[in-house]
Structure formats: structure tokens, C-alpha cells
């Protein structure tokens, strides 16, 4: 005797209604638990928060490096057409102003340990 569908409780039908709004039910588990993994905590507004001052971190940390390459960039060009060394001075001067401040912030805010200059 043949077994039926309906006798294995397989006879209900997943329409695209219900499939739909089952994988938006697990999009949005995950998507919780990513936040919850991420930030250790459910709050939106703690999450907000700790999302804006990590960006604006990471910003002034790019800008820093920015600066850091452009002050690179003119120690090397001052070298090569034999610049004053007073000009030179004040550069590195700068340089190592730039440098005290990218280290600031890999210790306090990012918690890396320090690293040597490469120009």
C-alpha cells in the first residue's frame, strides 16, 4: 500500500505569500543577531551612537594619514631641489606632530600598538 503525502502530514502548500514573509522573518533574525554580535546590545539608539563615533574616528583618522602622506610628500620634494633646511625642520617638526597624534589614537581609540614611521 502506497504511502500518501497526507498521511505524512506533507500535504499543506508554502505559497510565495508565506515564503516571502518567512525569509524576511529570517533576514531580520539575522540581521538582529549581527547587530546584537557586533555591538552587544539590542538598543538601536546605543547602536546609532556607537556607529556615528566609530565613523567619525575612522574619519579623522583617514584625514590624519592624509595629512601624514602629504607632509611625506613635501619633506621629499623640499630634499630634492635642496630646500632650506629651516623648511626641512619645520616639516619633520610637523611630521612628528602628525605622527604623536596618529598614535594617540591607535592607542586610546583603536588599541593598536605603536609603529615606526617610514619616511
Not at 17 to 41: M, P
Not at 58 to 63: E, F, H, P, S, T
Amino acid at each position: 500500500m502506497p504511502v500518501d503525502e497526507a498521511d505524512l502530514g506533507l500535504d499543506w502548500q508554502f505559497g510565495t505569500k508565506n515564503l516571502f514573509l518567512f525569509a524576511g522573518f529570517v533576514f531580520a533574525a539575522l540581521f538582529i543577531f549581527s547587530i546584537k554580535q557586533l555591538y552587544g546590545t539590542y538598543n538601536p539608539v546605543k547602536v546609532f551612537r556607537e556607529y556615528s563615533m566609530h565613523k567619525k574616528n575612522a574619519d579623522r583618522y583617514n584625514r590624519l594619514f592624509e595629512t601624514r602622506e602629504n607632509i611625506c610628500y613635501h619633506i621629499g620634494w623640499a630634499r630634492s631641489r635642496g630646500s632650506a633646511t629651516d623648511e626641512i625642520r619645520t616639516l619633520v617638526n610637523d611630521l612628528k606632530a602628525v605622527d604623536a597624534e596618529i598614535d594617540e589614537m591607535e592607542t586610546k581609540t583603536f588599541r593598536r600598538s605603536k609603529q615606526k614611521s617610514d619616511c
